[in-house]
Nanobody, 123 residues
């Protein structure tokens, strides 16, 4: 079973950047569509971005389009989320997960969730 571990979160000022990583165990990483989600305090987990198996296609939430970039390195079994022009409303715990079928933006379509990494954007 594939296990995912996120890293790269932290505290950053508004307008700054962070790069999140999601490292996957197992040799079947390149078989999976991967997604990033986030959950802010008191809110439901929401879709951020997804990327196809060889990175040929990406999908973004409207709230991050133009600021965030999802990418992957199948040789390193890692998916990344480059976050630029960060805003205080981007503050959340960020999770990566494996897409198992269904609507790409629905969290119910994913499993094998990592433990998450905290991103805090200050004013």
């Amino acid at each position: 079973q594939v296990q995912l571990v996120e890293s790269g979160g932290g505290l950053v000022q508004a307008g700054g950047s962070l790069r999140l990583s999601c490292a996957a165990s197992g040799r079947t990483f390149s078989s999976y569509i991967m997604g990033w989600f986030r959950q802010a305090p008191g809110k439901e987990r929401e879709f951020v971005a997804a990327i196809t198996r060889i990175g040929g296609s990406t999908n973004y939430a409207d709230s991050v389009k133009g600021r965030f970039t999802i990418s992957r390195d199948n040789a390193k079994t890692t998916v990344y989320l480059q976050m630029n022009s960060l805003k205080p409303e981007d503050t959340a715990v960020y999770y990566c997960a494996i897409h198992r079928g269904g609507t790409i933006r629905e969290q119910s379509s994913y499993d094998s969730w990592g433990p998450g990494t905290q991103v805090t954007v200050s004013f």
